[in-house]
């Protein structure tokens, strides 16, 4: 009789490991599931994180109880090496090489000092001085606390411009801003509906060449202080189970509408690096999404994700209690090698942390391709 219960209660741990292998395997590549046909069920890739963890534990569960049976949470970390890998990718940093560029992307908030900085601009200006990037991406430049985010750009960098993208009816104000060292051609708003988010196209002059710095921030998902805190709530388990029900379902349709909103951007987006690719590309911004995104994973399609190829770690860089995510990306087209992608959590004027890229170009001057 004890044999049986034995077997039976083993039988059971090793269905329930296979199933949080598939369920690692599948949330793994959700990204794939366009959110336009599929809002809801897209937005499962935002919980790979507790099956990674759900799975190693099972892989440590079953060490201990049935060795032999070890081989299926281990099936399932190897089915699932492609997003884990987005997810956590691990790679180690050797000297700066030589004749690349230093890219910088950040989210700072309307220069708001995160509630920690009376004088952000001050602080985040004087942050960049110290890094010295060669672009500067910025979202969310506008505003100013402590000072004029404006002049105090122009003392940096020869060439800067701020391009406000949101709509007139928008209750917020929002603007993409690159402030570089090299001499801005023309820019162009890439179209896609956006309440007050948006893209925008620049052309830098390298040397004898041009570079397109494409800079994002896609749309917000729209949950408010109110939203926020009734997450926080359910996630701890400090809410009632009906009112916990009521309030899942009201965040899911929240975040499901934002990520169908990105999810045709990121189309957008792929296509114009499609139609442009005869030139050398970086794109950086906020992207309001997960690396196991439809977006992420879309406009990544024909550039290499930096964070992904030379960074290290989980890279979160939405800073918020409760919400930390790498929602924050920079990628580059093949004319560039990235190396020691980095998101900076030292760096807590804003809501998200800065991230930055040394990018690896085969002369001083940025080449184009045949």
Request: proline share 5%; hydrophobic share 40%; aromatic share 10%.
């Amino acid at each position: 009789m004890l044999d049986t219960i034995k077997k039976m209660a083993v039988n059971m741990l090793t269905g329930a490991a296979a199933t949080t292998a598939l369920l690692l395997i599948g949330v793994g590549y959700s990204d794939l599931i366009d959110p336009a046909a599929h809002p809801k069920l897209a937005c499962v890739g935002m919980l790979f994180p507790f099956f990674l963890i759900a799975n190693l534990i099972m892989m440590f569960v079953m060490l201990i109880v049935q060795w032999k049976r070890l081989w299926v949470p281990i099936l399932g970390f190897v089915l699932a090496y492609g997003p884990t890998r987005t997810y956590i990718p691990l790679h180690i940093a050797g000297e700066k090489p030589e004749h690349s560029l230093l890219v910088l992307s950040y989210n700072v908030c309307g220069y708001g000092g995160n509630y920690r900085y009376e004088k952000a601009v001050d602080t985040i200006t004087a942050y960049v001085q110290r890094l010295n990037p060669d672009i500067v991406c910025l979202q969310e430049d506008h505003g100013g606390k402590g000072g004029n985010p404006v002049k105090a750009w122009e003392k940096i960098y020869p060439y800067n411009d701020t391009t406000h993208v949101n709509i007139p009816e928008a209750k917020t104000i929002n603007a993409i801003g690159i402030h570089t060292r090299y001499p801005i051609i023309r820019k162009e708003r890439i179209p896609y509906p956006a309440y007050a988010n948006g893209s925008v196209a620049y052309f830098l002059q390298t040397g004898h060449d041009t570079l397109i710095v494409i800079n994002n921030h896609l749309e917000h998902t729209h949950l408010t202080t109110a939203d926020r805190e009734h997450y926080r709530q359910v996630i701890k388990g400090d809410m009632e189970h009906q009112a916990a029900e009521e309030q899942a379902r009201h965040l899911i349709d929240k975040l499901a509408e934002g990520m169908a909103l990105r999810a045709y951007a990121a189309n957008v987006l792929h296509q114009y690096v499609a139609d442009h690719a005869r030139y050398p590309i970086i794109l950086c911004g906020d992207f309001n999404d997960t690396p196991i995104s439809y977006a992420r994973r879309t406009i990544s399609q024909s550039l290499t994700d930096c964070f992904v190829e030379s960074g290290c770690g989980l890279g979160l860089s939405y800073n918020q209690k409760g919400f930390n995510f790498r929602i924050d990306h920079m990628m580059c087209s093949n004319h560039f090698e990235p190396y020691g992608c980095t998101v900076d959590n030292e760096m807590d004027a804003s809501d998200h942390y800065p991230i930055f890229c040394q990018l690896k170009t085969p002369s001083p001057d940025v080449k184009k391709s045949d």
